[in-house]
Protein backbone atom coordinates (compact mmCIF):
# COMPACT_ATOMS: atom_id res chain seq x y z
CA UNK A 1 0.00 0.00 0.00
CA UNK A 2 2.71 2.32 0.97
CA UNK A 3 4.58 1.38 -2.78
CA UNK A 4 1.92 2.32 -5.02
CA UNK A 5 1.02 5.74 -2.62
CA UNK A 6 5.17 6.58 -3.11
CA UNK A 7 4.70 5.50 -6.86
CA UNK A 8 1.75 7.81 -7.14
CA UNK A 9 3.65 10.61 -5.50
CA UNK A 10 6.41 9.69 -7.48
CA UNK A 11 4.20 9.70 -10.71
CA UNK A 12 2.78 13.10 -9.92
CA UNK A 13 6.38 14.99 -9.73
CA UNK A 14 7.33 12.84 -12.63
CA UNK A 15 4.37 14.42 -14.90
CA UNK A 16 4.79 17.51 -13.45
CA UNK A 17 8.39 18.01 -14.83
CA UNK A 18 7.56 16.96 -17.49
CA UNK A 19 4.83 19.39 -18.32
CA UNK A 20 7.36 22.26 -16.87
CA UNK A 21 10.05 21.45 -19.63
CA UNK A 22 7.14 21.51 -22.75
CA UNK A 23 7.80 17.91 -22.97
CA UNK A 24 4.26 17.10 -23.34
CA UNK A 25 4.22 19.02 -26.24
CA UNK A 26 4.56 17.94 -30.38
CA UNK A 27 6.78 21.03 -31.23
CA UNK A 28 9.16 20.45 -28.79
CA UNK A 29 9.73 17.09 -29.35
CA UNK A 30 10.37 17.12 -33.00
CA UNK A 31 12.35 20.06 -33.17
CA UNK A 32 15.09 18.35 -31.06
CA UNK A 33 15.51 16.28 -34.08
CA UNK A 34 15.19 18.92 -35.92
CA UNK A 35 18.10 20.69 -34.36
CA UNK A 36 16.29 24.07 -33.92
CA UNK A 37 15.27 23.31 -29.84
CA UNK A 38 17.52 21.70 -27.52
CA UNK A 39 15.40 21.55 -24.57
CA UNK A 40 14.81 18.17 -24.92
CA UNK A 41 18.58 16.84 -24.31
CA UNK A 42 18.99 19.46 -21.69
CA UNK A 43 16.15 18.11 -19.54
CA UNK A 44 16.86 14.58 -20.09
CA UNK A 45 20.91 14.77 -19.48
CA UNK A 46 20.39 17.35 -16.39
CA UNK A 47 17.68 14.56 -14.64
CA UNK A 48 20.33 12.18 -15.77
CA UNK A 49 23.97 14.02 -14.52
CA UNK A 50 21.37 14.73 -11.15
CA UNK A 51 20.38 11.47 -10.46
CA UNK A 52 23.31 9.53 -11.48
CA UNK A 53 25.72 11.60 -9.18
CA UNK A 54 22.96 11.47 -6.23
CA UNK A 55 22.48 7.69 -6.21
CA UNK A 56 26.26 6.96 -6.80
CA UNK A 57 26.59 9.53 -3.74
CA UNK A 58 23.51 7.72 -1.86
CA UNK A 59 25.44 4.44 -2.44
CA UNK A 60 28.71 5.34 -1.58
CA UNK A 61 27.56 6.42 1.89
CA UNK A 62 26.00 3.08 2.48
CA UNK A 63 22.00 4.07 1.83
CA UNK A 64 20.65 2.56 -0.74
CA UNK A 65 20.97 -0.37 -3.16
CA UNK A 66 20.63 -0.15 -6.99
CA UNK A 67 18.19 -2.62 -8.46
CA UNK A 68 18.54 -4.47 -11.22
CA UNK A 69 20.27 -2.74 -13.92
CA UNK A 70 18.24 -3.08 -17.65
CA UNK A 71 19.76 -5.89 -19.47
CA UNK A 72 22.21 -5.27 -21.91
CA UNK A 73 20.96 -6.77 -24.96
CA UNK A 74 23.06 -4.40 -27.96
CA UNK A 75 20.72 -5.82 -30.95
CA UNK A 76 18.00 -5.33 -29.29
CA UNK A 77 18.55 -2.28 -27.43
CA UNK A 78 19.79 -0.68 -30.30
CA UNK A 79 16.86 -2.29 -33.15
CA UNK A 80 14.54 -0.69 -30.28
CA UNK A 81 15.73 2.53 -30.01
CA UNK A 82 15.60 2.94 -33.81
CA UNK A 83 12.43 1.78 -33.89
CA UNK A 84 11.46 3.95 -30.78
CA UNK A 85 12.70 7.48 -32.89
CA UNK A 86 10.44 6.71 -36.02
CA UNK A 87 7.72 6.26 -33.33
CA UNK A 88 9.22 9.55 -31.58
CA UNK A 89 9.24 11.47 -34.22
CA UNK A 90 5.87 10.94 -35.60
CA UNK A 91 3.74 11.80 -32.51
CA UNK A 92 5.35 14.02 -30.35
CA UNK A 93 5.49 11.50 -27.50
CA UNK B 1 8.96 32.40 -1.44
CA UNK B 2 6.59 34.71 -3.96
CA UNK B 3 9.33 33.79 -6.53
CA UNK B 4 8.93 30.46 -6.18
CA UNK B 5 4.75 30.70 -6.48
CA UNK B 6 5.46 32.70 -9.71
CA UNK B 7 8.03 30.45 -11.34
CA UNK B 8 5.30 27.57 -10.30
CA UNK B 9 3.27 29.24 -12.32
CA UNK B 10 5.37 29.61 -15.51
CA UNK B 11 4.19 27.67 -18.68
CA UNK B 12 7.82 26.65 -19.77
CA UNK B 13 10.64 26.25 -17.25
CA UNK B 14 14.10 26.29 -17.98
CA UNK B 15 14.54 22.70 -18.95
CA UNK B 16 17.57 22.63 -16.58
CA UNK B 17 15.21 23.22 -13.38
CA UNK B 18 12.86 21.06 -14.42
CA UNK B 19 15.55 18.54 -15.16
CA UNK B 20 17.00 18.68 -12.13
CA UNK B 21 13.57 17.88 -10.53
CA UNK B 22 12.97 14.73 -12.43
CA UNK B 23 16.47 13.83 -11.37
CA UNK B 24 15.61 14.38 -7.81
CA UNK B 25 12.16 12.11 -8.35
CA UNK B 26 14.59 9.39 -10.09
CA UNK B 27 16.91 9.67 -6.71
CA UNK B 28 13.52 8.90 -4.25
CA UNK B 29 12.04 6.08 -6.91
CA UNK B 30 15.37 3.87 -6.16
CA UNK B 31 15.18 5.70 -2.44
CA UNK B 32 12.21 5.01 -1.03
CA UNK B 33 10.69 2.08 -3.65
CA UNK B 34 13.75 0.61 -4.95
CA UNK B 35 12.43 0.52 -8.25
CA UNK B 36 12.75 2.62 -11.61
CA UNK B 37 10.62 4.50 -13.20
CA UNK B 38 9.36 3.47 -16.12
CA UNK B 39 6.21 4.35 -18.64
CA UNK B 40 6.03 1.73 -21.15
CA UNK B 41 6.09 -1.30 -19.21
CA UNK B 42 2.52 -0.50 -17.17
CA UNK B 43 1.19 -0.42 -20.61
CA UNK B 44 2.35 -4.26 -20.89
CA UNK B 45 1.22 -4.79 -17.75
CA UNK B 46 -2.21 -3.83 -18.20
CA UNK B 47 -2.69 -5.60 -21.55
CA UNK B 48 -1.89 -8.92 -20.08
CA UNK B 49 -4.69 -8.31 -18.01
CA UNK B 50 -6.89 -7.48 -20.13
CA UNK B 51 -5.70 -9.82 -22.73
CA UNK B 52 -5.48 -13.02 -19.90
CA UNK B 53 -9.26 -11.81 -19.63
CA UNK B 54 -10.42 -11.98 -22.76
CA UNK B 55 -8.21 -14.69 -24.54
CA UNK B 56 -6.07 -16.82 -21.89
CA UNK B 57 -4.57 -18.76 -24.69
CA UNK B 58 -3.27 -16.35 -26.49
CA UNK B 59 -1.22 -14.48 -24.06
CA UNK B 60 -0.19 -17.78 -21.97
CA UNK B 61 3.73 -17.42 -23.33
CA UNK B 62 7.00 -16.79 -21.79
CA UNK B 63 6.83 -12.74 -22.42
CA UNK B 64 3.59 -12.18 -20.25
CA UNK B 65 4.26 -15.25 -17.81
CA UNK B 66 7.87 -14.09 -16.94
CA UNK B 67 8.90 -10.77 -18.51
CA UNK B 68 6.08 -8.91 -18.42
CA UNK B 69 3.69 -10.61 -15.03
CA UNK B 70 0.11 -8.95 -15.84
CA UNK B 71 -1.63 -6.89 -12.89
CA UNK B 72 -1.62 -3.62 -11.00
CA UNK B 73 2.25 -2.96 -10.60
CA UNK B 74 3.77 0.09 -9.12
CA UNK B 75 3.92 1.09 -12.95
CA UNK B 76 0.62 1.57 -13.91
CA UNK B 77 0.27 3.97 -10.33
CA UNK B 78 3.22 5.42 -11.59
CA UNK B 79 1.54 6.23 -14.88
CA UNK B 80 -2.01 7.03 -13.23
CA UNK B 81 0.26 9.61 -10.93
CA UNK B 82 1.80 11.17 -14.70
CA UNK B 83 -1.37 11.73 -15.86
CA UNK B 84 -2.42 13.76 -12.99
CA UNK B 85 0.93 15.15 -12.74
CA UNK B 86 1.01 16.72 -16.06
CA UNK B 87 -2.57 17.80 -15.33
CA UNK B 88 -1.20 19.75 -12.38
CA UNK B 89 1.52 20.85 -14.15
CA UNK B 90 -1.09 22.42 -17.00
CA UNK B 91 -3.47 23.62 -14.38
CA UNK B 92 -0.64 26.07 -12.50
CA UNK B 93 -0.13 27.71 -15.33
CA UNK B 94 -3.42 28.11 -16.62
CA UNK B 95 -2.73 25.85 -19.80
CA UNK B 96 -5.16 23.12 -19.18
CA UNK B 97 -7.83 23.13 -22.04
CA UNK B 98 -10.61 21.19 -20.56
CA UNK B 99 -13.19 20.40 -23.34
CA UNK B 100 -12.50 23.87 -25.20
CA UNK B 101 -12.73 23.74 -29.00
CA UNK B 102 -9.01 23.45 -29.91
CA UNK B 103 -8.43 21.37 -27.27
CA UNK B 104 -7.43 18.00 -29.48
CA UNK B 105 -5.29 19.75 -31.81
CA UNK B 106 -3.80 23.32 -30.39
CA UNK B 107 0.18 22.34 -32.01
CA UNK B 108 0.49 25.16 -34.34
CA UNK B 109 4.03 23.31 -35.88
CA UNK B 110 1.69 20.32 -35.85
CA UNK B 111 -0.81 22.15 -38.11
CA UNK B 112 1.42 23.36 -40.76
CA UNK B 113 3.11 20.04 -41.02
CA UNK B 114 0.07 18.12 -41.03
CA UNK B 115 -3.07 20.03 -41.34
CA UNK B 116 -5.93 21.27 -38.82
CA UNK B 117 -7.74 18.12 -38.76
CA UNK B 118 -8.24 16.54 -35.46
CA UNK B 119 -8.96 12.75 -36.74
CA UNK B 120 -5.25 13.15 -38.39
CA UNK B 121 -3.55 13.67 -35.62
CA UNK B 122 -5.43 11.14 -33.51
CA UNK B 123 -4.97 8.69 -36.00
CA UNK B 124 -1.07 9.14 -36.17
CA UNK B 125 -0.75 9.35 -32.42
CA UNK B 126 -2.32 5.98 -32.23
CA UNK B 127 0.06 4.45 -35.11
CA UNK B 128 2.55 5.98 -33.42
CA UNK B 129 1.84 4.70 -29.97
CA UNK B 130 1.77 1.59 -31.55
CA UNK B 131 5.18 1.69 -32.81
CA UNK B 132 6.40 3.17 -29.59
CA UNK B 133 5.19 0.79 -27.49
CA UNK B 134 6.54 -2.02 -29.76
CA UNK B 135 9.48 -0.58 -30.10
CA UNK B 136 9.76 -0.07 -26.27
CA UNK B 137 8.74 -3.83 -25.84
CA UNK B 138 11.69 -4.92 -27.79
CA UNK B 139 14.49 -2.80 -26.32
CA UNK B 140 13.59 -3.43 -23.07
CA UNK B 141 12.55 0.04 -21.78
CA UNK B 142 11.02 3.66 -23.31
CA UNK B 143 12.66 7.26 -23.07
CA UNK B 144 12.03 7.15 -18.92
CA UNK B 145 12.40 3.28 -18.09
CA UNK B 146 15.25 2.89 -20.43
CA UNK B 147 17.68 5.89 -20.83
CA UNK B 148 16.56 7.80 -18.04
CA UNK B 149 16.18 5.06 -15.30
CA UNK B 150 18.98 2.94 -17.20
CA UNK B 151 21.16 6.20 -17.75
CA UNK B 152 21.17 7.31 -14.33
CA UNK B 153 22.73 3.38 -13.18
CA UNK B 154 24.69 3.93 -16.23
CA UNK B 155 23.62 0.77 -17.62
CA UNK B 156 25.25 0.71 -21.33
CA UNK B 157 21.45 -0.40 -22.82
CA UNK B 158 20.49 3.21 -22.20
CA UNK B 159 23.06 4.83 -24.40
CA UNK B 160 22.58 2.68 -27.17
CA UNK B 161 19.15 2.69 -26.92
CA UNK B 162 19.59 7.10 -26.79
CA UNK B 163 21.78 6.64 -30.05
CA UNK B 164 19.41 4.60 -31.42
CA UNK B 165 16.73 6.54 -31.27
CA UNK B 166 18.31 10.33 -32.19
CA UNK B 167 19.69 8.49 -35.38
CA UNK B 168 16.42 7.06 -36.29
CA UNK B 169 14.56 10.35 -35.07
CA UNK B 170 16.78 12.55 -36.64
CA UNK B 171 16.06 10.45 -40.34
CA UNK B 172 12.29 10.36 -39.80
CA UNK B 173 12.20 14.26 -38.80
CA UNK B 174 13.63 14.80 -41.90
CA UNK B 175 11.67 12.68 -44.10
CA UNK B 176 8.67 14.06 -43.05
CA UNK B 177 9.66 18.03 -43.22
CA UNK B 178 11.89 17.65 -46.29
CA UNK B 179 12.80 21.09 -47.43
CA UNK B 180 11.63 23.02 -44.24
CA UNK B 181 14.08 20.89 -42.11
Not at chain 1, 6 to 19: K, M, T, Y
Not at chain 1, 30 to 45: E, H, I
Not at chain 1, 55 to 80: D, E, K, Q, S
Request: aromatic fraction near 14%.
Amino acid sequence: MTGSIIALFLGVFFGFSLNKAGLTKYNKIVNVFRFTDMAVLQFMMTALVVSMSGLYILRGFGLITFPNVPATYIVGNLVGGLIFGIGMALTGY
Amino acid sequence: MKFILNYIRKETWSPYVAGVLLGLVGIFSVWLSDSLLGASGAFENLAGLIGQAVAPAAFDNVYFNFIMPPGITSGVILVIGIFFGGMIGAATSKTLKWGKKDAANSDTQWKRTFGPQVWKRWALAFVGAIILEYAAGIAGGCTSGLAISGGMLLAPAAFLFIAGMFASGIVTAMLIYRRRY
